[in-house]
């Protein structure tokens, strides 16, 4: 039903490509979230999926229909913006209404539909009420709400959180997996912040540059990502990315010098091909100095309560993130060792792509 | 046994009172000395015409002549109700087309994007800064054949098509709408016309009657236009009305003060009850 | 969705460009919205600015048809005494007075950008002149600048100067004009006032952190961060004092009593088309202002670059 399709899709602006050819598959009810970098095209893609935005080579489809040359309203498509861009001069009934009035509903329809949802997200009492009156959350569900009385066949969001303080960012995350389940309807979801991308979505669209990196699901972008990009991109903090050199018979040699047992199938490449070697910081470990792989200085020390983050430098410009527990007492300047657990690790080939796990 | 201090709020130091003092010394003389015009215009609109030349000087009128202000009412050569109307009519006028012609392209400008804007929004900078007698005569000698130099047309026409320096100003605020309202607007399904009309022109309210204002005022004091255009005296908006009495009547001094007077005053008090307005607009255009 | 499909598969060539149209609705609004002003742009901007370039190269007296003779008007401009005379006046008067009021309006600025009780009164004064109707205004300056009845000079004299016959003598008839011109400077004033206000409050006290000298602040953040405004008034103030002509017109009329002291360009331009109806001489008078004007704004614009700060510009 309300399934998006886009096949080729590019967009310039004057001669500057800003979207560089995206195909991409939304299914019926599902919840995708588009993360990347500031500048990365999300946010552009999500509003020429909306029509708010010329298409200039390409196609998208909205439940089986070719909307590209579509009028924003035709097609099906709610969204809530990041300011929220409710109307300053209407009240939130007025806001709500404000779309199903311009589809020709008739009056006692309308009242029906807005207070029915209104009901739905208990905001029955800001129905009289005008945004400047309102506190940002109450905005956020207003906007949502003037969304969702629309019956949309897809619900936008174009970073609707990250105008939010944290206590609320995390409420509203969670109302809004709720809409997604109720409402069993499509959703894309635009943000920068990847921890948002993670708990909201059934499959992650990794942009950047204008280009899809990775598509899949959390668990997939986060423990087998495509490529050097997304592996540094998601995950906080960020998966280390440590130099390294693969020798035949599955030997890797570190950057500085150490040689550990790669176990996994990687696919033929020449000896002693310059690879990259990805460890998540939960993966290293604390040891003693007889079975370290690495050993390093402590540059910055981050006492999180928890768990313990700290920063190593290993050699002239490798250092290595450790996330070690809320107990380790290391300080700035203490010289500590580590192993790796390659179980979970990435190889990245010279190319940047993930060679394995495959 | 151990007293202990009273703690004493600290008291501003005394250098701090003799500058503010200093401060507000200088800042009344330099008020007295921007007033002194309208003090003068006001006491000698009501002295004899004798008094007004009177050595030495007088700073008060001695008999204060309530009758120099109805005289004004009353003369043939200066006929200054019918001119005070034609001033009210060209300044509401040109003030309600520059509203409702900049408010269309200001908004264009300001926030819908087509091909060939940012051209004729440099176009329109250069009419802005260009001199208003390099396209005069072309205008004049058109209108003349239209045969219609004498009336308002050529006064007020041009100002429903818009006016750069107000679709300047205007645009500074329109600017300031955001576009995601307007495209939450094209979500909900208006059209183009109604998001300006319903959506984005209830956001600058306050704009369209700053503008309407300035609008009012640069009218009412527009000299040049009238004096080509209008001949007859009954014809005249009161600025050249009063030109027009003070270089026939040169010596009666205390008539063409009541008429500067009369003439001045409704803009001072449209000034002083919309003043906040007014610095808005100012600081709005300002800025580049 | 078949022609959709075949795209993806041969990926190679890309589809041909689409036609926009998404956003086409809000073009073609765009172009209507701003149609009315297009049209009036052409036909009283840009068409009779044209027409004035070519007038100016015509013997054209209202009455019967204009008479093309190339570049006489631009000759006979050559030994027109009041051409010349205007033009110096005009300069003269747009050097003097423009710095001047600026100058003058900035230190208000500055005086006025600090909270008292009486703020808004000052505020209030300084704005006042500009309403005043220059015609009228000048009415009145003609009272003030009488010797003997005037205040001006009554107040001078008992300050010990020895004040000029302002309006009769020619050495300063045109002084009285530029004082006329200064009085109405609280639009400038407020301009500038708005820009010290737009100064961050953190950005004044870094500065006053950074050094104690009131006048370290001025010269080296405040005047920097108000010098678009700067340009503004500057822009403006010369483009406008180079039309001055209502003033001129009441207190000098069109000849510039006294001996031709207050004759400006825009009078002479006004008296060579109403008054005289040599309308091709006055369009080129009209073009020459045209280019000088258009020189000076290419030079102040070209200039900026170097003095002006913007916001967002990194350099």
């Given at each position: 039903?309300?399934?998006?399709?886009?096949?080729?899709?590019?967009?310039?602006f004057g001669t500057?490509?800003?979207i560089?050819g995206?195909?991409?598959a939304?299914?019926?009810?599902?919840?995708?979230?588009?993360?990347?970098?500031?500048?990365?095209g999300?946010?552009t893609?999500?509003?020429m999926?909306?029509?708010?935005e010329?298409?200039?080579?390409?196609?998208?489809?909205i439940?089986?229909?070719d909307v590209?040359?579509?009028a924003?309203?035709l097609?099906?498509?709610?969204m809530?913006?990041?300011n929220?861009a409710?109307?300053?001069?209407?009240?939130?009934?007025?806001?709500?209404a404000?779309?199903?009035?311009r589809?020709g509903?008739?009056g006692?329809?309308?009242?029906?539909?807005?207070?029915?949802?209104?009901a739905?997200?208990?905001?029955?009492?800001l129905?009289p009420?005008?945004p400047?009156?309102?506190?940002?959350g109450?905005?956020?569900?207003?906007?949502?709400?003037?969304?969702?009385?629309?019956?949309?066949?897809?619900?936008m969001?174009?970073e609707?959180?990250?105008?939010?303080?944290?206590?609320l960012?995390?409420?509203?995350?969670?109302?809004?997996?709720r809409?997604h389940?109720?409402?069993?309807?499509?959703?894309?979801?635009?943000?920068?912040?990847?921890v948002e991308?993670?708990t909201l979505a059934?499959r992650?669209?990794?942009?950047?540059?204008?280009?899809?990196?990775?598509?899949g699901t959390p668990?997939?972008?986060?423990?087998?990502?495509?490529?050097?990009?997304v592996?540094?991109?998601i995950?906080?903090?960020?998966?280390?990315l440590?130099?390294?050199?693969?020798?035949?018979?599955a030997?890797?040699?570190?950057g500085?010098?150490t040689?550990?047992?790669?176990?996994a199938?990687?696919?033929?490449?020449p000896?002693?091909?310059?690879?990259?070697?990805?460890?998540?910081p939960e993966?290293v470990?604390?040891?003693?100095a007889?079975?370290?792989q690495?050993s390093?200085?402590?540059?910055?020390a981050?006492?999180?309560?928890?768990?313990?983050?700290?920063?190593?430098?290993v050699?002239d410009g490798?250092?290595?993130?450790?996330?070690?527990?809320?107990?380790?007492?290391?300080?700035?300047?203490?010289?500590?060792?580590?192993?790796?657990?390659?179980a979970?690790?990435?190889?990245f080939?010279?190319?940047g792509r993930?060679?394995?796990?495959? | 046994?151990?007293?202990?201090?009273?703690?004493?709020?600290?008291?501003p130091?005394?250098?701090?009172l003799?500058q503010?003092?200093?401060?507000?010394?200088?800042?009344?003389?330099?008020?007295?000395?921007?007033?002194?015009?309208?003090?003068w215009m006001?006491?000698?609109?009501l002295k004899?015409?004798?008094?007004?030349f009177?050595n030495?000087?007088?700073w008060?009128p001695?008999?204060?002549?309530?009758?120099?202000?109805?005289q004004?009412?009353?003369r043939?050569?200066?006929p200054?109700?019918?001119q005070f109307m034609?001033?009210v009519f060209?300044?509401?006028?040109?003030?309600?087309a520059?509203?409702?012609?900049c408010?269309?392209a200001?908004?264009?400008?300001?926030c819908l994007?087509?091909?060939g804007?940012?051209?004729v929004?440099?176009?329109?900078?250069?009419?802005?800064?260009m001199p208003t007698?390099?396209?005069?005569?072309?205008?004049?000698?058109?209108?003349?054949?239209?045969g219609?130099?004498?009336?308002?047309?050529?006064l007020?026409?041009?100002?429903?098509l818009?006016?750069?320096?107000?679709?300047?100003?205007?645009?500074?605020?329109?600017?300031?709408?955001?576009?995601e309202?307007?495209?939450?607007?094209?979500l909900?399904?208006a059209?183009?016309?109604?998001?300006?009309w319903?959506?984005v022109?209830?956001?600058?309210?306050?704009a369209?009657?700053?503008?309407?204002?300035?609008?009012?005022?640069y009218?009412?004091n527009?000299?040049f236009?009238?004096?080509i255009?209008?001949?007859?005296?009954?014809?005249?908006?009161?600025?050249?009305?009063?030109f027009?009495?003070q270089?026939?009547?040169?010596?009666e001094?205390?008539?063409?003060?009541?008429?500067?007077?009369?003439?001045?005053?409704?803009m001072?008090l449209?000034f002083?009850?919309?003043?906040?307005l007014?610095?808005?607009?100012?600081?709005?255009?300002?800025?580049? | 969705?078949?022609?959709g499909?075949?795209i993806?598969?041969?990926g190679?060539?890309?589809?041909?460009?689409?036609?926009?149209r998404a956003?086409?609705?809000?073009?073609r609004a765009?172009?209507l919205?701003?149609?009315?002003?297009m049209?009036?742009?052409?036909?009283f901007?840009?068409?009779?600015?044209?027409?004035t370039f070519?007038?100016?190269q015509?013997?054209?007296?209202i009455?019967?048809?204009?008479k093309?003779i190339?570049?006489e008007?631009?000759?006979?401009?050559?030994?027109?005494a009041?051409?010349?005379r205007?033009?110096?006046?005009?300069?003269?008067?747009?050097?003097?007075s423009?710095?001047?009021?600026?100058?003058?309006?900035?230190?208000l600025?500055?005086?006025?950008?600090?909270?008292?009780?009486?703020?808004?009164?000052?505020r209030?004064?300084?704005?006042?002149?500009?309403?005043?109707?220059a015609?009228?205004?000048?009415?009145v300056?003609?009272?003030?600048?009488?010797?003997?009845?005037?205040?001006v000079?009554?107040i001078?004299e008992?300050?010990g100067f020895?004040?000029p016959?302002?309006?009769?003598d020619?050495d300063s008839a045109?002084?009285?004009i530029i004082?006329l011109?200064?009085?109405?400077?609280?639009?400038?004033t407020?301009v500038?006032?708005?820009?010290l206000?737009?100064?961050p409050?953190?950005?004044?006290?870094a500065?006053?952190?950074?050094s104690?000298?009131?006048?370290h602040?001025?010269?080296?953040?405040?005047?920097?961060?108000?010098?678009?405004m700067?340009?503004?008034?500057?822009?403006?103030?010369?483009?406008y004092?180079?039309?001055?002509?209502a003033?001129?017109i009441?207190?000098?009329?069109?000849?510039?009593?006294?001996?031709?002291?207050?004759?400006m360009y825009?009078?002479?331009?006004y008296r060579a088309?109403?008054?005289?109806?040599?309308v091709?001489?006055?369009?080129?008078?009209?073009?020459?202002l045209?280019?000088?004007?258009l020189?000076?704004?290419?030079?102040?614009?070209?200039?900026a670059r170097?003095?002006v700060?913007?916001?967002?510009?990194?350099?």
């Amino acid at each position: 039903m309300g399934a998006v399709t886009l096949t080729g899709v590019r967009k310039l602006f004057g001669t500057m490509e800003v979207i560089k050819g995206i195909d991409l598959a939304i299914a019926d009810r599902e919840l995708v979230v588009f993360v990347g970098p500031s500048g990365c095209g999300k946010s552009t893609l999500l509003r020429m999926i909306a029509g708010l935005e010329d298409v200039d080579y390409g196609a998208i489809e909205i439940a089986g229909r070719d909307v590209t040359e579509l009028a924003p309203a035709l097609r099906g498509v709610a969204m809530v913006f990041q300011n929220y861009a409710l109307y300053p001069h209407m009240t939130a009934y007025d806001n709500m209404a404000y779309g199903l009035r311009r589809a020709g509903l008739a009056g006692a329809e309308v009242d029906k539909r807005v207070r029915a949802t209104a009901a739905m997200l208990q905001i029955t009492e800001l129905l009289p009420r005008r945004p400047k009156a309102m506190s940002g959350g109450q905005r956020q569900r207003v906007a949502i709400g003037r969304a969702i009385v629309r019956n949309p066949e897809v619900f936008m969001f174009d970073e609707p959180l990250s105008n939010l303080d944290a206590a609320l960012r995390v409420e509203m995350r969670s109302q809004i997996a709720r809409l997604h389940r109720e409402l069993q309807a499509t959703m894309i979801f635009v943000t920068h912040d990847q921890v948002e991308a993670m708990t909201l979505a059934d499959r992650i669209v990794v942009l950047n540059g204008g280009r899809i990196e990775q598509v899949g699901t959390p668990r997939e972008v986060y423990h087998r990502p495509a490529n050097i990009f997304v592996a540094g991109f998601i995950g906080s903090p960020a998966m280390n990315l440590l130099p390294a050199n693969l020798h035949r018979g599955a030997a890797l040699e570190l950057g500085w010098g150490t040689r550990v047992t790669w176990t996994a199938a990687v696919p033929a490449l020449p000896d002693n091909a310059p690879v990259t070697l990805g460890v998540r910081p939960e993966r290293v470990s604390l040891c003693d100095a007889a079975r370290a792989q690495a050993s390093g200085e402590v540059t910055l020390a981050e006492h999180l309560g928890d768990e313990t983050i700290l920063h190593l430098k290993v050699s002239d410009g490798v250092s290595l993130t450790v996330k070690a527990g809320g107990d380790v007492a290391a300080l700035v300047g203490d010289r500590l060792h580590v192993a790796f657990d390659l179980a979970g690790a990435c190889l990245f080939g010279p190319d940047g792509r993930r060679i394995a796990p495959d | 046994m151990t007293a202990v201090p009273a703690i004493e709020r600290r008291r501003p130091a005394p250098g701090k009172l003799w500058q503010s003092l200093l401060y507000h010394a200088v800042m009344l003389t330099f008020a007295a000395i921007f007033l002194l015009p309208f003090y003068w215009m006001t006491i000698s609109a009501l002295k004899f015409n004798a008094e007004i030349f009177a050595n030495p000087v007088s700073w008060w009128p001695d008999p204060v002549r309530w009758e120099n202000l109805a005289q004004l009412f009353m003369r043939d050569d200066f006929p200054f109700l019918r001119q005070f109307m034609n001033s009210v009519f060209y300044a509401g006028s040109v003030a309600i087309a520059v509203v409702l012609s900049c408010s269309l392209a200001a908004y264009a400008f300001g926030c819908l994007r087509w091909r060939g804007r940012n051209l004729v929004f440099a176009l329109t900078i250069c009419a802005l800064l260009m001199p208003t007698i390099v396209t005069f005569l072309p205008v004049y000698l058109a209108w003349s054949r239209l045969g219609l130099v004498g009336s308002y047309w050529p006064l007020i026409f041009p100002f429903l098509l818009g006016d750069a320096f107000f679709i300047f100003m205007l645009r500074q605020f329109f600017l300031g709408v955001p576009r995601e309202l307007m495209d939450a607007a094209r979500l909900d399904g208006a059209s183009e016309f109604r998001i300006w009309w319903q959506i984005v022109l209830p956001q600058v309210r306050t704009a369209l009657v700053i503008v309407g204002l300035f609008a009012i005022v640069y009218t009412w004091n527009e000299f040049f236009g009238p004096l080509i255009y209008l001949q007859n005296r009954e014809d005249m908006p009161l600025s050249l009305g009063l030109f027009t009495f003070q270089s026939q009547r040169a010596t009666e001094w205390s008539i063409s003060m009541a008429g500067s007077f009369f003439t001045a005053m409704p803009m001072v008090l449209l000034f002083l009850l919309t003043q906040r307005l007014f610095q808005q607009g100012l600081t709005t255009s300002g800025l580049k | 969705m078949a022609a959709g499909t075949q795209i993806a598969v041969s990926g190679a060539s890309p589809s041909p460009r689409r036609r926009r149209r998404a956003g086409r609705g809000e073009a073609r609004a765009g172009v209507l919205f701003a149609l009315p002003w297009m049209i009036g742009l052409a036909t009283f901007t840009i068409i009779p600015l044209i027409l004035t370039f070519y007038i100016a190269q015509t013997k054209f007296q209202i009455v019967g048809p204009p008479k093309y003779i190339g570049l006489e008007n631009y000759e006979a401009m050559w030994t027109d005494a009041a051409f010349w005379r205007s033009a110096q006046n005009t300069l003269f008067f747009a050097a003097v007075s423009v710095p001047l009021k600026l100058a003058l309006a900035l230190g208000l600025a500055l005086l006025l950008n600090r909270a008292t009780a009486l703020s808004g009164l000052y505020r209030t004064v300084f704005y006042l002149p500009f309403l005043m109707p220059a015609v009228a205004g000048s009415v009145v300056f003609m009272l003030l600048l009488t010797p003997g009845a005037g205040p001006v000079n009554i107040i001078l004299e008992a300050f010990g100067f020895n004040p000029p016959d302002w309006l009769r003598d020619p050495d300063s008839a045109l002084w009285a004009i530029i004082m006329l011109s200064i009085w109405p400077l609280g639009v400038e004033t407020l301009v500038f006032l708005g820009g010290l206000q737009n100064i961050p409050r953190d950005v004044s006290e870094a500065a006053e952190l950074d050094s104690p000298e009131p006048w370290h602040k001025l010269w080296w953040i405040t005047l920097p961060l108000i010098t678009p405004m700067i340009l503004f008034n500057l822009v403006i103030g010369i483009i406008y004092s180079f039309q001055i002509f209502a003033q001129a017109i009441v207190i000098g009329g069109t000849t510039g009593t006294p001996a031709e002291a207050t004759l400006m360009y825009m009078v002479v331009i006004y008296r060579a088309a109403f008054r005289y109806f040599n309308v091709g001489y006055a369009a080129a008078l009209a073009t020459v202002l045209f280019f000088v004007v258009l020189l000076l704004a290419l030079l102040i614009f070209r200039t900026a670059r170097s003095w002006v700060y913007y916001e967002g510009e990194s350099r």
